[in-house]
């Protein structure tokens, strides 16, 4: 391998040229928009942790607040009272074994709990709440699958110079209790910075706040800290590094699971009422490296994997009855070999190889291929797709997304340099057996589009109607790599 990589836009440049050849051989692959193997490859991996900046609305940030018995005016979201509050605050102790102690060598902090938090305004506390699910849900829970968020004040923490708080985990308040989230408001504070770690990776506060005032997300005023939240779930362990300037003041909440989200199981639909822009829907920038490890997810996905493939074409129909939502024209239902999904990061063409996937990535690949239950059972492959959207020559997109697989390989090459009317090109026959038989037939592949991978947009048409010459027909297309599932033959 060359050390001079390719820079990623020439790579997306050269894919976008070798798919206008491939485009004319290789037959498409439908794509499924709502699976019950879509909702479990959701919740497989998050990222432990999120950081959102609360630069608005204004009712939010001048929500005003009071403490202690007396209710005293402790002021704003945005604008605390600083003395106000340390005037009503206590020390905080913490949990060590069973025991609750004080001790300001691991822990030095005030705070006030949520029986002494008042808010005169419970319409705006409730929106205030309803801002925080929403960000909670969308960062730390899969919205898709219908989970209900609570979130529940806990307490108000308050951090002078010196106060800090050493490495430890939330104790959880019951077993529904899922994630903290902290929303840091506007005081003026230097230096205790919260430190999140979980399964190897490490976050810091300061780098995030920096990071969003690059972005002039924030507007700097001194050293007062912008309105913030950040959720993690309470596996993460976290600390808060001592203040040396002014006071830290943070409203925690703790996110609460509503445990039954009444969900029914989906059955795979290629979606009846399809309207375009579901594979931009699809799509994110950048997906978060760090990842959050849900065994039960992972085993589901497998489960769910191994059950639509070991499926006769009989069964399938049965269990494809059960819904209104499958287009039943479909041939893809009636021989399935290959269930396949976006990765959902973002690799370069030549990258998209085990040894370099990244994240949830790495993670489904080695639970198929080396976990004892499906080593044995199940294929794994990985390839470069293309996932494209298209209207017809009246300009409607009613055909749904599909699929462009591509193929490695002398036999693949050769095809993709040929042109339309050339001769088929000589080849091998055993090699071109062989890659034949590592070929995926997109017949008969069952793709499942998931949320939230990295997909690069790398051509997109608006519709131009006939005008005397040929109609320009709209499209939207996108690149990434994939996984494709097959079961081993001798396990069938
Ligand atoms: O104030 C913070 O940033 C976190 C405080 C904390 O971890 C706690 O009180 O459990
Ligand atoms: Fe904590």
């Given at each position: 391998m060359s050390d001079s990589q390719p820079h990623d836009i020439q790579t997306y440049l050269s894919v976008r040229s070798q798919l206008k050849s491939l485009s004319t051989y290789r037959a498409t692959g439908k794509i499924v928009l709502h699976s019950s193997l879509i909702d479990a490859l959701a919740r497989t991996s998050y990222s432990p942790w999120f950081f959102y900046s609360v630069d608005k609305p204004k009712e939010i940030l001048d929500l005003g607040f009071q403490v202690g018995q007396n209710k005293a005016e402790a002021g704003t979201i945005s604008s605390p009272n600083t003395s106000v509050i340390l005037e009503n605050a206590k020390p905080s102790s913490f949990g060590r074994g069973s025991e609750t102690v004080y001790d300001p060598e691991y822990r030095k902090g005030l705070e006030i709990p949520a029986e002494e938090i008042t808010f005169p305004n419970q319409k705006s506390f409730e929106d205030l709440k309803d801002l925080l699910t929403t960000e909670v849900s969308r960062k730390l829970f899969d919205k898709q699958t219908g989970i209900k968020l609570r979130l529940e004040l806990y307490k108000l923490a308050v951090y002078e110079e010196g106060g800090h708080f050493d490495w430890h985990m939330d104790t959880t308040h019951g077993d529904d209790h899922h994630a903290t989230a902290l929303l840091f408001l506007g005081s003026d504070w230097e230096g205790g910075d919260l430190k999140l770690k979980h399964g190897g990776y490490?976050?810091?506060?300061?780098?995030?706040?920096?990071?969003?005032?690059?972005?002039?997300?924030?507007?700097?005023?001194?050293?007062?800290?912008?309105?913030?939240?950040?959720?993690?779930?309470?596996?993460?362990?976290?600390?808060?590094?001592?203040?040396?300037?002014?006071?830290?003041?943070?409203?925690q909440f703790d996110v609460r699971v509503d445990s039954d989200p009444g969900s029914k199981g989906k059955s795979d639909s290629y979606e009846s009422t399809y309207t375009w822009g579901a594979l931009d829907n699809a799509r994110v920038i950048?997906?978060?490296?760090?990842?959050?490890r849900n065994q039960k997810a992972l085993d589901d996905v497998a489960q769910i994997i191994e059950q639509r493939l070991s499926e006769s074409p009989e069964q399938r129909q049965i269990s494809d009855d059960d819904s209104d939502d499958v287009n039943s024209d479909d041939a893809n239902s009636d021989d399935v070999e290959y269930i396949g999904f976006p990765l959902r990061h973002l690799y370069r063409l030549a990258s998209i190889r085990p040894e370099y996937l990244k994240g949830v990535d790495a993670m489904l690949y080695e639970h198929f291929t080396t976990s004892q239950e499906f080593k044995d059972k199940f294929n794994v492959k990985l390839r470069p797709i293309v996932l494209v959207e298209e209207t017809d020559y009246e300009g409607n997109w009613n055909t749904g997304p599909f699929f462009w697989i591509f193929e490695s390989g002398n036999l693949a090459r050769k095809n993709l340099k040929r042109k339309r009317g050339d001769e088929e090109p000589p080849v091998n026959e055993s090699d071109a057996a062989a890659e034949r038989s590592d070929y995926i037939d997109d017949e008969k592949t069952q793709f499942h589009l998931i949320q939230g991978c990295s997909l690069q947009v790398i051509e997109s048409e608006h519709y131009i109607e006939y005008t005397g010459n040929e109609a320009q027909l709209g499209n939207g297309k996108y690149f990434g790599g994939a996984m494709f599932v097959s079961m081993k033959k001798s396990s069938i």
């Amino acid at each position: 391998m060359s050390d001079s990589q390719p820079h990623d836009i020439q790579t997306y440049l050269s894919v976008r040229s070798q798919l206008k050849s491939l485009s004319t051989y290789r037959a498409t692959g439908k794509i499924v928009l709502h699976s019950s193997l879509i909702d479990a490859l959701a919740r497989t991996s998050y990222s432990p942790w999120f950081f959102y900046s609360v630069d608005k609305p204004k009712e939010i940030l001048d929500l005003g607040f009071q403490v202690g018995q007396n209710k005293a005016e402790a002021g704003t979201i945005s604008s605390p009272n600083t003395s106000v509050i340390l005037e009503n605050a206590k020390p905080s102790s913490f949990g060590r074994g069973s025991e609750t102690v004080y001790d300001p060598e691991y822990r030095k902090g005030l705070e006030i709990p949520a029986e002494e938090i008042t808010f005169p305004n419970q319409k705006s506390f409730e929106d205030l709440k309803d801002l925080l699910t929403t960000e909670v849900s969308r960062k730390l829970f899969d919205k898709q699958t219908g989970i209900k968020l609570r979130l529940e004040l806990y307490k108000l923490a308050v951090y002078e110079e010196g106060g800090h708080f050493d490495w430890h985990m939330d104790t959880t308040h019951g077993d529904d209790h899922h994630a903290t989230a902290l929303l840091f408001l506007g005081s003026d504070w230097e230096g205790g910075d919260l430190k999140l770690k979980h399964g190897g990776y490490e976050f810091a506060q300061r780098e995030w706040i920096q990071k969003e005032e690059e972005e002039e997300f924030v507007t700097e005023d001194g050293n007062v800290m912008p309105v913030h939240l950040i959720g993690f779930y309470t596996d993460v362990e976290h600390k808060v590094e001592p203040v040396t300037k002014g006071t830290r003041i943070v409203l925690q909440f703790d996110v609460r699971v509503d445990s039954d989200p009444g969900s029914k199981g989906k059955s795979d639909s290629y979606e009846s009422t399809y309207t375009w822009g579901a594979l931009d829907n699809a799509r994110v920038i950048t997906a978060s490296l760090a990842v959050h490890r849900n065994q039960k997810a992972l085993d589901d996905v497998a489960q769910i994997i191994e059950q639509r493939l070991s499926e006769s074409p009989e069964q399938r129909q049965i269990s494809d009855d059960d819904s209104d939502d499958v287009n039943s024209d479909d041939a893809n239902s009636d021989d399935v070999e290959y269930i396949g999904f976006p990765l959902r990061h973002l690799y370069r063409l030549a990258s998209i190889r085990p040894e370099y996937l990244k994240g949830v990535d790495a993670m489904l690949y080695e639970h198929f291929t080396t976990s004892q239950e499906f080593k044995d059972k199940f294929n794994v492959k990985l390839r470069p797709i293309v996932l494209v959207e298209e209207t017809d020559y009246e300009g409607n997109w009613n055909t749904g997304p599909f699929f462009w697989i591509f193929e490695s390989g002398n036999l693949a090459r050769k095809n993709l340099k040929r042109k339309r009317g050339d001769e088929e090109p000589p080849v091998n026959e055993s090699d071109a057996a062989a890659e034949r038989s590592d070929y995926i037939d997109d017949e008969k592949t069952q793709f499942h589009l998931i949320q939230g991978c990295s997909l690069q947009v790398i051509e997109s048409e608006h519709y131009i109607e006939y005008t005397g010459n040929e109609a320009q027909l709209g499209n939207g297309k996108y690149f990434g790599g994939a996984m494709f599932v097959s079961m081993k033959k001798s396990s069938i």
